[in-house]
């Protein structure tokens, strides 16, 4: 049996801004998804459009971008390389009607370069609490 990483609880529910509570330990390696709470709506399917509502914060860090402030929800394809590769592969399969924790290492991020424009470092774990509102 191997131990579950230890990741960062996320407050409310579907369609409620989150907050993240970080756990002591660092980040965990390798990409980690968690379905916090499951939708019974259609699967995400590579090549579709995914509409979504995110949050989005370096590990024990700081929120750098989040889609509730601003109340509207963002669409993009998924599953074909429009977005970083932990939310191709996170999100493919999920339900529409979900929320999904996503720890994402730099691999499947933005690399070694970050985005230093939005406080992220080459090395930044990145955490997501993503609600998969719609697919199309």
């Known amino acids: ?7 960062p609880a996320a407050s ?5 801004k989150p907050t993240l509570t970080f756990p002591e ?5 390798g990409l980690q998804v968690v379905v916090l709470s499951e939708g019974d709506g259609p699967a995400v399917t590579s090549g579709r459009n995914i509409v979504v509502h995110y949050l989005g914060q370096t ?4 929120v750098f971008d989040n889609s509730y402030d601003r109340g509207d929800t ?3 394809p998924i ?3 429009a977005v970083i590769g932990g939310w191709d592969k996170g999100l493919v399969g999920q339900n529409v009607g979900s929320r999904v924790l996503l720890s994402i290492p730099p691999e499947h991020g933005y690399g070694q370069r970050g985005v230093p424009q939005a406080g ?5 774990t990145l ?3 993503v609600d998969v509102v719609d697919v199309q």
């Open 1 to 7: 049996m191997t131990d579950q990483p230890t990741l």
């Open 12 to 16: 409310g529910s579907f369609g409620e």
């Open 25 to 29: 330990t660092g980040a965990p390696s």
């Open 59 to 62: 590990w024990g860090g700081h």
């Open 74 to 76: 963002i669409a993009f």
């Open 79 to 81: 599953g074909v390389g």
């Open 120 to 124: 992220i470092a080459g090395t930044d």
């Open 127 to 129: 955490v997501f609490v």
